[in-house]
């Protein structure tokens, strides 16, 4: 599925039609370059799922907890890994195997410990403000 943003009022729409994708997935993998629009997204829909508390990007703590009235929400964000290991050491399998929903930016640092069944999320940007999105 392609989806085109040309604003950020589009983004709440857009977190929508990404929930409703996933089925009953819950681990969403999100890829594009550095200020692509991963973390706005995931804020996105953060809010969208009724996560009322400020949501950021969790760059320095590598997980972010969220809680909604019915769920756990966890964010990672592993740029600043240097290998697999540090993943395997936080214990990344109890948060990607509970059942919760998991956001991860910058999957590609841990190829080898991604589950099956992930939702991959592709953000190209095509200009300042304009992106598009692709979900498989």
Not at 109 to 127: A, F, G, Q, R
């Given at each position: ?20 994708f ?20 995931i ?13 950021s ?12 009235k ?14 697999q ?52």
């Amino acid at each position: 599925m392609e989806i085109q943003i040309e604003c950020e009022s589009q983004l709440i729409k857009t977190a929508k039609t990404i929930i409703e994708f996933a089925t009953q997935n819950k681990v969403f993998l999100f890829y594009g370059e550095m200020g692509a629009g991963k973390t706005t997204l995931i804020n996105a829909i953060c809010k969208h799922l009724g996560v009322v508390e400020h949501t950021s990007s969790p760059t320095f703590s590598i997980v972010n907890q969220y809680q909604t009235k019915q769920d756990e929400i966890f964010h990672f964000d592993f740029y600043r890994l240097k290998n697999q290991t540090e993943a395997l050491d936080l214990g990344y399998e109890e948060y990607f195997y509970s059942g919760a929903y998991c956001f991860v930016e910058w999957p590609e640092k841990i190829p080898d410990l991604l589950p099956p069944n992930c939702v991959k999320v592709k953000i190209t940007v095509l200009e300042e403000k304009k992106r598009m999105i692709f979900l498989t």
